[in-house]
């Protein structure tokens, strides 16, 4: 039986747009790729993710036990604590001043937690896809105080009036904050920069400058500008344990970029996700800086960068930059206009021999045929290293998928690709008859395609029998 059953080809100018939705980054499932990949929900719907061995497809960042992304996770806090898991005590509030003695650590302040945040904090940590409720002013600075101690100075139970010894209980209140997911909670800077330790009054650092225990921090779908992004940055940039930072749809523009592009993403970074989806940060100035942070960064595995108007001029120093990275595995380019020139950076980055890049997403790129071909190329190289390359929701038609098949088979030595994204490309059954015959005579190494059924092709593969 043929690999491939081919309906009707249909139009589909008629046909309903791609459903945007609230763009929830997601992973795709790659096989033997243990890091999540950002993606946009339209490119795999919940049965999928599940089928394909998802434990949470809405949610990237939250990192459970079971999850392949646990050893990087402890690697990079051995990094960060000289090899300790343990994390180191606070040292409290900076003094300056040289002298020989060591500083004596100053007690932090008492804190109160009302019952209702003790609650919102603890299952906050357990359940960090959620976002955490909105706090009021006072819980407001209780949470920005938290953030700057150590969970040994955090606020302790209750002494057990039952137990004799009637020794001071030193379990605290709350677990550890690790994740602090505050999207949607109409975030402007003000608030953020309190956040940060600024403006907050009393002795020491406190807030996200202090803070040593955080790996997860969303703050996407709120008010932040580049005054807030520029004190995150700051806060940040002292911070040796932060793993994940979204900041999906805010009002970021170029300085914003620049800031996180020379404060977090430098040598001794720890980042290794990042998402500036949906931010106006696509201009030359910005993405100059941050080409020049990846040339050295040595850290950062994901980058995010949907629809924030990158341009063929722009991409094409980033790309270059990528060319010597040795680190960054998954690079989301999606619902930017690509144009000739793009693709071509793109395909000079796919033939270095120094690029260790597993997933390209181009989905929604208006990307043509003729893009295609030069992308292609790319693909053909031996030096290739894509697993997954998603090119959804473009108009690339059945001589792009023609381009797609004749690179993977030029390169059937040696290609690396395992899945193959192309739904809503308008190939109709000439497209269909060339994946079908592709998928039967022996040359493909895909053990994931997704066409959609907008196309007028339906994929039935494996063969049934």
């Not at 719907?45 to 999850?67: H, I, K, M, Q």
């Not at 030359?284 to 050295?296: D, P, Y």
Request: charged share 15%.
């Amino acid at each position: 039986m043929s690999g491939v059953v081919a309906g009707d080809a249909k139009d589909t100018k008629d046909l309903p747009p791609p459903t945007n939705g609230s763009d929830i980054v997601r992973p795709i499932p790659i096989a033997g790729v243990a890091v999540p990949f950002f993606q946009r929900v339209t490119s795999l719907d919940d049965d999928e993710n599940a089928r394909f061995g998802l434990t949470d497809p809405s949610d990237p960042f939250e990192v459970r036990p079971s999850s392949p992304l646990s050893p990087r996770l402890d690697a990079a806090a051995a990094v960060t604590t000289g090899g300790d898991s343990k994390i180191p005590p606070f040292s409290g509030g900076g003094g300056g001043g040289g002298g020989g003695a060591a500083a004596v650590p100053i007690a932090p302040p008492p804190l109160t937690l009302s019952d209702s945040f003790i609650v919102q904090l603890t299952t906050h940590q357990t359940k960090p896809a959620n976002p955490l409720p909105p706090t009021s002013d006072e819980e407001w600075d209780v949470l920005t105080q938290l953030l700057g101690r150590a969970p040994n100075e955090y606020p302790t139970k209750p002494v057990d009036t039952t137990n004799t010894t009637n020794v001071q209980s030193t379990e605290p209140l709350i677990p550890p904050l690790v994740s602090l997911n505050l999207s949607h909670h109409n975030l402007d800077d003000a608030k953020l920069i309190r956040l940060c330790g600024g403006g907050g009054g009393g002795g020491g650092r406190t807030g996200l400058a202090a803070n040593r225990t955080l790996t997860s921090l969303r703050l996407c779908s709120n008010r932040l500008t580049d005054k807030g992004i520029n004190a995150l940055s700051a806060a940040l940039s002292s911070q040796r344990g932060l793993i994940a930072l979204d900041l999906y749809r805010n009002y970021m523009t170029e300085d914003g970029l620049v800031s996180l592009s020379t404060q977090l993403l430098r040598d001794h970074s720890t980042l290794q996700f990042l998402s500036l989806n949906n931010n106006s940060v696509g201009s030359k100035r910005g993405v100059n800086a941050l080409a020049a942070a990846m040339k050295h960064n040595s850290s950062l595995i994901s980058l995010s960068l949907t629809q924030i108007g990158l341009t063929g001029e722009v991409l094409g120093p980033l790309s270059l930059a990528l060319t010597t990275n040795r680190t960054l595995r998954n690079l989301n380019l999606s619902t930017n206009s690509l144009d000739v020139n793009c693709c071509n950076a793109l395909r000079i980055l796919l033939e270095s021999v120094h690029s260790v890049l597993e997933v390209l997403d181009v989905s929604s790129c208006r990307l043509t045929s003729d893009a295609m071909k030069i992308l292609a190329q790319g693909l053909a190289s031996p030096h290739c290293n894509l697993i997954t390359f998603a090119a959804g929701s473009n108009e690339i038609g059945s001589d792009g998928i023609g381009h797609v098949v004749q690179a993977l088979i030029k390169n059937r030595g040696s290609t690396k690709l395992q899945s193959l994204i192309v739904f809503r490309n308008r190939i109709g059954e000439a497209g269909g008859k060339i994946l079908g015959s592709f998928l039967t005579t022996g040359h493909s190494r895909l053990t994931f395609l997704h066409i959609g059924m907008w196309c007028g092709v339906v994929v039935m593969w494996p063969s049934p029998d």
